[in-house]
């Protein structure tokens, strides 16, 4: 049977001969050590609370023994051996296949009571690729507390006080109860569609109402498949940076056009001379 | 009396008081590092225990790259937009109390509301204008990731999700905007709506299943207050979780430009 440290270096060339990166091999090799440190270990640590293991630890099988009289009945006895038996196999197993998840292999008790199976808890899972990212550059980092807090907090003050002062200063509009047989003159939809409303004034109503949004919308889910230009750098990305802001000013200008410049009969008016035709 | 005479309150007091901060209740709440625990020493580990001991793991991990922290990077307008949904939740469910979806009722809850009910006008335009704040903010935060290169990979997944969140954003605002019932409200729903039986094939069934008639009715009142108080928050509290899940699993704020 091999040492923990024979165990290493073998499954370090192993990896190495597969093509792993020296991280990768590293972890595993390491990793596969430490497995190797336990089977060997083993033998003595779970068999204890049921039976005396044949070899290895005379003194903590003279303490366990007397409980497992009390407690098990004689057919455990051979289990230990079987037990035992397979230890070094599991152990010698990582060696010669590392990745293959050895350790699970190892808890096969079968349930007659004899060896009680290990219960194990899954702490975390490690991708191979988290590994690797250990190699990346350090940052510059900073505590949430209080660093990102304090701004946050104080962010959010600010913006409570300022919609409750706006809150108290003006009323949110309640016109008279709805009635159908009046329409109001102009009719204007909620502002966030005055931009698509006043597109109404130039296309078809399919185009302006249908064809226009979901053409945004489209456009807005496939944005990042669009763009495939990597950098974030403004520099390295003006053509989308052009094309983004074009869009969103020709809807504000829409939306502003809609909210202010449109009178009754959704007529071109000028704010100063006709008034505002608008309520939020 | 005896007794009486040896009894100091305030001794008491403060006995009661350590007798509560070791037991197990406060000490299940109050987890080790918070800044709201007896003791609380100003050092990096009890800074990362603030974070890592509360609900705000699910929020935020225990440190950022320098640079995300700046104003000048996010303007802080997605945790706005949170903190702003959460100001209509509140203001949302004051406003529930004292109103009545149903055509009869409608119009005479808002005048109740604006004139007898305690603080009711100021909850009302709180949650107004806290929802077109809302709506500007959720629209400049995707300026600001498009501009920042956020929505780049490994981040489409999420920029998707923020796409979703904003037209959810929109509908809750639309939703909403019918719910006073007075003129203003119908017929900016009328206009609103007239669009879409523009679309093609399914215009007319889109508009009837939305308006549970061929034009605004009762019915419309009773489906738009459940879209608006129930189905669209559902969704989107379910939306913003992704989002804030997947900020933190694509590595965080994005990298400086």
């Known amino acids: 049977m091999p040492t923990p440290d024979e165990v290493f270096e073998q499954v370090l060339a192993e990896e190495t001969a597969k093509g792993s990166s020296p991280a990768v091999a590293q972890a595993r090799a390491k990793a596969a050590r430490v497995r190797a440190q336990r089977g060997a270990k083993n033998p003595s640590v779970p068999d204890k609370s049921t039976a005396p293991p044949p070899s290895s630890n005379p003194e903590a099988s003279g303490s366990a023994a007397p409980s497992a009289e009390q407690g098990e009945s004689k057919p455990a006895e051979s289990k230990p051996a079987a037990a035992a038996q397979t230890k070094p196999a599991a152990a010698a197993k990582p060696a010669s296949k590392p990745a293959s998840g050895a350790p699970a292999k190892k808890a096969v008790g079968n349930g007659a009571g004899a060896v009680p199976e290990r219960v194990q808890r899954l702490l975390a899972v490690v991708k191979p690729e988290a590994i690797q990212k250990v190699e990346r550059q350090p940052m510059d980092r900073v505590n949430v507390w209080p660093h990102l807090m304090a701004a946050e907090m104080v962010a959010l003050l600010v913006v409570l006080a300022a919609v409750t002062i706006f809150s108290i200063a003006v009323d949110a509009p309640l016109r008279e109860l709805s009635n159908f047989n009046q329409t109001p003159n102009p009719s204007k939809a909620p502002w966030y569609f005055l931009g698509l409303q006043e597109l109404l004034r130039y296309f078809h109503p399919q185009v302006a109402g249908v064809t226009i949004p979901t053409v945004i919308i489209i456009a807005l889910f496939a944005a990042p498949y669009i763009d495939r230009n990597p950098s974030t750098s403004p520099d390295d990305r003006k053509l989308a940076i052009v094309l983004f802001s074009f869009f969103m000013l020709s809807f504000a200008v829409l939306t502003i056009i809609g909210m202010f410049f449109r009178g009754p009969g959704f007529n071109f008016v000028f704010p100063w001379e006709g008034g505002i035709f608008f309520e939020l | ?257």
């Open chain 2, 1 to 257: 009396m005896a007794k009486a005479s040896g009894w100091n309150p305030r001794q008491k007091l403060a006995e009661r008081f350590d007798q509560l901060h070791n037991g197990q209740f406060w000490r299940s709440i109050v987890r080790p590092g918070s800044m709201f625990r007896r003791g609380y020493a100003d050092s990096p580990r009890n800074r990362a225990y603030v974070v890592m001991n509360s609900l705000l793991y699910h929020l935020h991990p225990v440190k950022v790259k320098r640079h995300g922290i700046k104003l000048s990077y996010t303007l802080c307008l997605g945790g706005l937009s949170f903190f702003l949904f959460i100001l209509l939740t509140i203001t949302g469910i004051y406003l529930m109390f004292f109103y009545r979806p149903s055509v009869g009722e409608v119009y005479t809850d808002m005048q109740r509301l604006h004139t007898q009910v305690s603080f009711g006008l100021l909850v009302r335009n709180l949650h107004r204008w806290g929802a077109h704040l809302m709506t500007i903010s959720v629209f400049l935060h995707m300026a600001r990731v498009f501009y920042t290169g956020a929505y780049k990979p490994p981040r489409e997944f999420n920029w998707i999700v923020g796409v979703i969140l904003l037209l959810l954003t929109l509908l809750l605002a639309f939703t909403g905007y019918l719910l006073p019932w007075d003129q203003l409200a119908v017929w900016a729903v009328t206009v609103g709506t007239e669009m879409m039986k523009q679309s093609p094939v399914i215009g007319d069934q889109v508009q009837f299943a939305l308006l549970g008639g061929p034009v605004i009715g009762p019915e419309t009142l009773l489906r738009w207050y459940t879209l608006h108080v129930l189905f669209l928050p559902f969704l989107i509290v379910i939306f913003i979780s992704i989002h804030f899940w997947r900020v933190r699993k694509d590595g965080g704020i994005s990298g400086p430009m």
